[in-house]
């Protein structure tokens, strides 16, 4: 249990904590910017410039196989910050994390073109991307720790919600910046040189990130637990023994909140400046806007959650993408620049309460002994089907079927969240 000091009369949890919130969610924004500028360019011109000449689809397929290293890196990453997060403290796991991603990120930033050095660049750019993905790994299970075990009874959610806002702050901040460069610059400025600013620009983020982190604690709940006993030696081999349906349940839990996001704005955008006809700056300009609709869907979701329960509200949202898939291949398939719209914002609004829950809900499948490793493991395991396998699916549906087919893996992944989240057993209090 959190053995937090009670709050001050009249005083509000969320200005009481205020380090707390910000630490966890200025710290996802860095990730989730360092990730999604990889997903913009990965849309845009990473096939060109880093895979061999075939085809154009053949290359922008190579592009999104090489976005989906990085979500099969992330168990392994899970699983290593996991047994500092539960053995050691949640606040160095995390320092850590932050400081791999942002230099991988930096890197590819630096990195020549096939042009250049030939197969040593795909092969290098697969190296950094497996390190974006190690490093991201150990980010969410632990930024969302630190605000639920902080949190105050019957704030959870609420409280699990600020890592949540990173995506649509780190979104924002990746795409605006890649639609001034598109106004900037023209395209043969932007494929030269011009998308190598975002991922230079990271560091700058990244240290914010850490000045925010290195001035927080440890949470209440991981002390009082290494106080009552010594953490697990190897937390990953308990986890599976005792834990291993809390995984399973887990990480079908968070499949549909990946597979939104990713074919909401990387395939989106691949495809409606490619086939699609639409220019890129137009196009970042609409999601731009439609992301705010999953900050909004966020809040709400929390807010639910914490006067429902975050359980009850995630089926609800399940339920809603089966729904949401139907219409969104079709709509992708639209010449109207406002239907994309309307489908774009829908999907995220319906990601806000797939996604915002997930903070107060998925910490309460485990024990705070391997809380850190349980909740990051289910994480990534389901960023892999959600995230990894969405934009590839959907290319080779759209290629095979046409873009209105795209919807149905949507449809899917909802159908397998609701399942995780039918079966889950949430034995353990978050706060």
């Not at 649509?168 to 598109?182: C, M, S």
């Not at 190598?196 to 620009?201: E, N, T, V, Y």
């Not at 439609?290 to 929390?302: D, E, N, P, Q, T």
């Not at 010449?335 to 719209?341: G, N, R």
Request: hydrophobic share 55%; aromatic share 12%; with cysteine.
């Amino acid at each position: 249990m959190n053995r937090q000091a009670p709050l001050a009369q009249g005083a509000s949890p969320l200005r009481v904590n205020a380090r707390v919130l910000t630490s966890s969610l200025v710290g996802t924004a860095v990730e989730f910017y360092d990730f999604y500028v990889y997903a913009t360019a990965a849309a845009l011109v990473i096939g060109p410039l880093f895979f061999p000449a075939s085809s154009s689809q053949a290359q922008t397929l190579a592009a999104f196989m090489s976005f989906g290293l990085a979500f099969f890196a992330r168990p392994v990453g899970a699983i290593a910050f996991g047994h500092f997060g539960d053995r050691v403290g949640r606040k160095s796991a995390l320092v850590t994390s932050l400081v791999l991603m942002g230099a991988a990120t930096l890197l590819i930033g630096l990195l020549p073109s096939y042009a250049a050095i030939g197969w040593a660049a795909p092969l290098l750019l697969c190296i950094l991307r497996f390190g974006q993905g190690f490093g991201l790994g150990g980010e969410w299970g632990g930024a969302t720790l630190l605000a639920v075990e902080n949190a105050p009874p019957g704030w959870a959610a609420r409280f699990g919600s600020a890592p949540q806002f990173g995506a649509p702050v780190g979104f924002i901040a990746a795409n605006g910046l890649f639609l001034v460069l598109g106004f900037a610059l023209d395209d043969a400025s932007f494929a030269a040189w011009g998308w190598r600013i975002p991922f230079l620009a990271s560091a700058i983020l990244v240290a914010l990130g850490l000045w925010v982190r290195l001035r927080i604690g440890e949470t209440p709940a991981f002390a009082a637990a290494l106080a009552e006993a010594p953490p697990p030696r190897v937390p990953v081999a308990r986890l599976l023994r005792d834990h291993l349906g809390a995984v399973v349940a887990g990480s079908a839990g968070v499949v549909a909140c990946f597979a939104l996001f990713y074919l909401s704005t990387a395939f989106a955008l691949s495809h409606a400046t490619g086939p699609g006809g639409f220019s890129r700056e137009a196009y970042l300009g609409v999601e731009l806007g439609a992301i705010l609709f999953l900050a909004l869907g966020i809040g709400l979701a929390a807010l639910l959650s914490d006067r429902t329960s975050p359980r009850r509200v995630l089926m609800g949202g399940a339920v809603a993408t089966v729904v949401v898939g139907f219409a969104f291949g079709p709509a992708l398939a639209s010449p109207s620049l406002a239907v994309h719209f309307l489908a774009l914002s829908a999907a995220l609004l319906t990601m806000g309460f797939v996604y915002g829950p997930l903070g107060g809900w998925l910490p309460s499948l485990f024990p705070v002994t391997v809380r850190y490793t349980g909740v990051s493991v289910a994480f990534t395991l389901g960023g892999i089907v959600g995230g990894a396998l969405a934009p590839i699916a959907a290319q080779m549906l759209s290629a095979q079927g046409g873009i209105a087919q795209v919807g149905l893996f949507l449809s899917a992944a909802g159908a397998v969240t609701l399942l995780g989240v039918i079966l889950a057993r949430t034995n353990h209090a978050t706060w």
